[in-house]
C-alpha cells in the first residue's frame, strides 16, 4: 500500500511531527477498517547491529541477527510485531500469503532509497516440511521486528538504517506508541554501540561436557549403512548428520559467541534466531540459499571438502587434491545438477561456470559454483527456495528417497540445522543462506550439528573427520580461550 501521507522523518523530527504522522495512520486504518503496519525508516550514526542486539539482549524475545563481515552488511531486528507460522509442503506459499497480505496494509516511509530500508521479514524454515510438536521452532515462522538496525558498505560509504514498526489499529494508543519510538529513535541515535561496545573478548571460558548422540560409533555405522544403500541404488547421494549435546556450568553467552564466529568466518553469514521462549538456533554458514536483489537472483553449489593446510604449500596440496577428487566433484556436481533440474520450470537462463572454484574458510575448504540469474517478472525468492529447499548439499539425490534415508538414519531432529533462513523486504528483496556449522541454543545447553555428503566411495572414517573438523567452528566459539 502505498502511502499519500506526507511525512519525512529525517527533516522533521520531532514528537509533535511523529505523533501527528500516526494519527493519520490511524484515520487511515479506520477508514479501511483494519490495523495497518507503519514502518518508520531513519538513517542514523554507524552502529553495529551485534552490539545493538547484545545491548537489548534478552532471552525471552525474538529476535533475527546475521552479518556477512566480507560484504560489509548486518542486519538485526527484535520483538514480533506481527509474526506467523506454518506447516506441511504449502508452507513456502502461506509465508508469502502472509507477507503478500501484510505488504497490502502497510504504510513505509523515511529514507526509503537506503539499503535494508523498511520491513523486513525475517523467516525461517526448518529442513523437513514438519516438525516435532516440542521443537523450539515451527517447520515455517517469519516475524516482523518492532525494531530493525541494518548497516552496509565501510569507511565512508557505511550507512546505518534504524526501523521501527508499529501496528495501528482504531483503538490502538497512538501517544504510547509515539512515545515508544521516539526513545527508541533517541537510544539510536545517541549511543555509540559500535563494534566495541561489546566487550566480549575478555570474557572467560565456560567449563562444559561435550557428548555425541549415539557416540562416533553411530556415525561411523550410520556411514557405513548409507553406502551400502547407495551401492543397491537406494539414491546416489545422501548428507548424514551427527549432534552432539554441550552442557555448560554457566549459561552460554550466544552473542559472545557470534562476535567469536563473525570474526573468524568473514565469509561467512553469522546468525542467530531466537524463539522467544529462551532458545535461539545460531551459527556461522558458509552457504547462500538465496540472493533476490534488483529482480537478479543469486544461488550457489557448495560441496565437498578438505581441511585447510598449516602451511601454504600444505594448504596448496589440500586444495588441488579437492579440486580434482572424482568423489568431491561428483559431490558438488549433484548439487548443481539439482539447481538447473528445479529451477527449469522457473524459465530462468542460469549463468554458471563449468568447474567449480574454492570457498575457502579458516576450518575448511570446499568446491564452489556460483549460479545468477535473472527472475522472470512473477517468480519470487520464495518461489526460488520451495523449488530449491533441501538441495542436495544438505539432502540427498533423489531428494525425497535421500530425505527419507536421512529420517531413518539419524538419531536427532534436525530442526532449523539444514533449513533455510533469512529475510525478505517489501520490494521483494531476499537473501537466504543454509542453517549449517551452527547450534541450538538454551541456556546452559546447547546442541551442535554438523554433517557430510555420502555418495559411493565415501569412507566413514573420513566423513567423521571432515564432520570432526565442522563441529570445530562452534565448538571453539562457544567454550574455547580464544575467538
Ligand atoms: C552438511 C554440511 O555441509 C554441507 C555444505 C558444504 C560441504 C558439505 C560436504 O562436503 O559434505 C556439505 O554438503 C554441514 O556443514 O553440516
Not at 505523533?19 to 550514526?45: D, H, M, N, Y
Not at 544403500?229 to 555448560?248: M, N, P, T
Amino acid at each position: 500500500m502505498s502511502s499519500s501521507l506526507s511525512v519525512d522523518p529525517a527533516s522533521n523530527q520531532s514528537p509533535a511531527a511523529l505523533l501527528g504522522f500516526l494519527k493519520q495512520c490511524q484515520t487511515s486504518a479506520a477508514r479501511l477498517k483494519r490495523p495497518l503496519l507503519v514502518s518508520i525508516s531513519l538513517e542514523v550514526p554507524a552502529l553495529d547491529p551485534l552490539a545493538v542486539l547484545a545491548t537489548i539482549y534478552e532471552p525471552g524475545e525474538r529476535h533475527f541477527y546475521v552479518e556477512r563481515p566480507t560484504e560489509n552488511l548486518a542486519i538485526a531486528g527484535a520483538e514480533a510485531v506481527l509474526e506467523f507460522s506454518a506447516s506441511g509442503p504449502e508452507r513456502f506459499e502461506r509465508v508469502q500469503d502472509f507477507i503478500d497480505q501484510t505488504l497490502a496494509s502497510a504504510i513505509i516511509v523515511g529514507d526509503q532509497g537506503l539499503p535494508l530500508s523498511g520491513p523486513h521479514f525475517f523467516t525461517a524454515f526448518s529442513f523437513f516440511n514438519d516438525v516435532g510438536a516440542s521443537e523450539p521452532f515451527a517447520s515455517a515462522s517469519v516475524f516482523v521486528p518492532r525494531w530493525q538496525v541494518a548497516t552496509r558498505g565501510t569507511g565512508e560509504s557505511r550507512r546505518t538504517l534504524a526501523v521501527a514498526n508499529l501496528q495501528l489499529g482504531e483503538d490502538s494508543d497512538v501517544e504510547a506508541a509515539c512515545e515508544k519510538i521516539w526513545r527508541a529513535h533517541q537510544r539510536f541515535s545517541g549511543f555509540a554501540l559500535g563494534a566495541e561496545a561489546l566487550k566480549l573478548d575478555d570474557a572467560q571460558p565456560p567449563r562444559v561436557t561435550l557428548s555425541e548422540l549415539g557416540g562416533e560409533a553411530h556415525y561411523v555405522a550410520a556411514v557405513r549403512r548409507a553406502v551400502e544403500q547407495i551401492e543397491a541404488g537406494e539414491f546416489e547421494k545422501i548428507v548424514l548428520a551427527r549432534a552432539k549435546d554441550l552442557v555448560s556450568e554457566v549459561p552460554l553467552h550466544p552473542m559472545q559467541a557470534l562476535h567469536g564466529l563473525r570474526q573468524r568466518f568473514r565469509e561467512c553469514y553469522a546468525f542467530s534466531l531466537a524463539n522467544g521462549q529462551g532458545q535461539s538456533f545460531i551459527g556461522a554458514s558458509p552457504e547462500r540459499l538465496v540472493r533476490v536483489h534488483g529482480g537478479m537472483l543469486q544461488t550457489e553449489a557448495l560441496a565437498g571438502s578438505s581441511p585447510r593446510g598449516t602451511t601454504e604449500e600444505e594448504d596448496a596440496v589440500f586444495a588441488a587434491a579437492l579440486l580434482r577428487s572424482d568423489k568431491d566433484r561428483h559431490e558438488q556436481r549433484l548439487v548443481l545438477d539439482a539447481i538447473v533440474r528445479h529451477l527449469a520450470p522457473l524459465g530462468l537462463q542460469l549463468e554458471f561456470d563449468a568447474v567449480p572454484g574454492l570457498r575457502r574458510l579458516d576450518n575448511v575448504q570446499h568446491l564452489h559454483t556460483p549460479v545468477r540469474a535473472a527472475l522472470p517478472v512473477g517468480v519470487r525468492a520464495l518461489d526460488v527456495i520451495s523449488r530449491l529447499h533441501p538441495t542436495p548439499a544438505v539432502g540427498g539425490v533423489p531428494r525425497v528417497a535421500a530425505c527419507a534415508g536421512i529420517r531413518a538414519i539419524e538419531n536427532f531432529p534436525r530442526g532449523l540445522y539444514a533449513g533455510a533462513l533469512g529475510w525478505i523486504d517489501s520490494r521483494g528483496n531476499a537473501e537466504f543462506f543454509v542453517g549449517l556449522r551452527s547450534a541450538l541454543i538454551d541456556g546452559a545447553k546447547a546442541r551442535l550439528y554438523a554433517g557430510a555428503g555420502i555418495v559411493a566411495g565415501s569412507q566413514p572414517e573420513q566423513e567423521l573427520a571432515e564432520t570432526a573438523l565442522k563441529f570445530e567452528a562452534m565448538e571453539r566459539a562457544l567454550f574455547a580461550t580464544k575467538a
